[in-house]
């Protein structure tokens, strides 16, 4: 299994443009979750998705972030219009049926905004 | 007091040391305990996994929980300079998400 896919891996975008990350999970998850992760605060959960529904998006900082999962296999993180705050590590992770705390995390975005 | 507590280091050890990694923790309810590795500009991923109290040993690492206590430990044997990495503890009620530490910085020096 390739695992959790990730795309971009970078990205460095100016403030105020629109930002969109994305995500493939592992073949027969179907837990999906977004962190962010930065030095000050760890790795926080921003949202995350069972059966492609959004469980808890509590995490998810304001308006400006948006999360979808259109289908089992892709997911969208996007922040629009984007801020220097937002600078962090986006990662993606999966888990299967009845294992949402046995996590498989992407590669991560490395998102900088300027 | 946040849910999860964890030092953040950095620790540094010689190679072949004993490590012991450890986090506390506030919620009474979390059941499932976790440690991850993350090498540095990777994704973290599942070092160990325990369920409720106990100990459990997989080669060189073993993972402790006391809920009595609301302390968890990861330790590791024969340290390795590839065990250099930050290790996250994570905790759950179950069917609910993951509460992550800040993560330990370990460096194993040859």
């Known amino acids: 299994d390739a695992g959790v896919i990730q795309s971009p891996r970078h990205e460095v975008t100016e403030m105020g443009q629109e930002v969109t990350l994305r995500c493939k999970p592992i073949?027969?998850?179907?837990?999906l979750f977004w962190y962010r992760q930065t030095m000050m605060r760890g790795l926080e959960l921003l949202i995350y998705?069972?059966?492609?529904?959004?469980?808890?998006d509590s995490g998810m900082p304001e308006d400006r972030f948006s999360a979808k999962m259109p289908n089992a296999s892709f997911s969208t993180l996007k922040i629009q219009p984007s801020e220097p705050r937002d600078s962090a590590v986006y990662f993606c992770?999966?888990?299967?049926?009845?294992?949402?705390?046995?996590?498989?995390f992407g590669p991560g975005t490395r998102l900088l905004v300027l | 007091q946040k849910e999860v507590e964890q030092d953040p280091g950095p620790l540094s050890v010689p190679e072949g040391a004993i490590v012991s990694l450890n986090c506390t923790y506030s919620?009474?309810?979390?059941?499932?305990f976790m440690w991850y590795r993350q090498y540095s500009r990777k994704g973290p991923e599942l070092l160990m996994y325990?369920?409720?109290?106990g100990n459990k040993e997989d080669g060189r690492f073993t993972a402790q929980v006391d809920k009595s206590s609301k302390y968890i430990s990861l330790f590791i044997r024969d340290s390795q300079p590839s065990d250099s990495a930050t290790y996250l503890c994570?905790?759950?009620?179950?069917?609910?998400?993951?509460?992550f530490g800040k993560g330990t910085r370990l460096s194993v020096i040859a």
């Open positions: 919620n009474s309810a979390f059941q499932y």
């Open positions: 998705f069972n059966n492609n529904v959004p469980i808890d």
């Open positions: 073949s027969g998850h179907d837990y």
């Open positions: 994570a905790m759950s009620e179950g069917n609910t998400p993951l509460v």
């Open positions: 992770a999966s888990s299967g049926t009845g294992r949402p705390e046995t996590q498989y």
């Open positions: 325990t369920y409720s109290s």
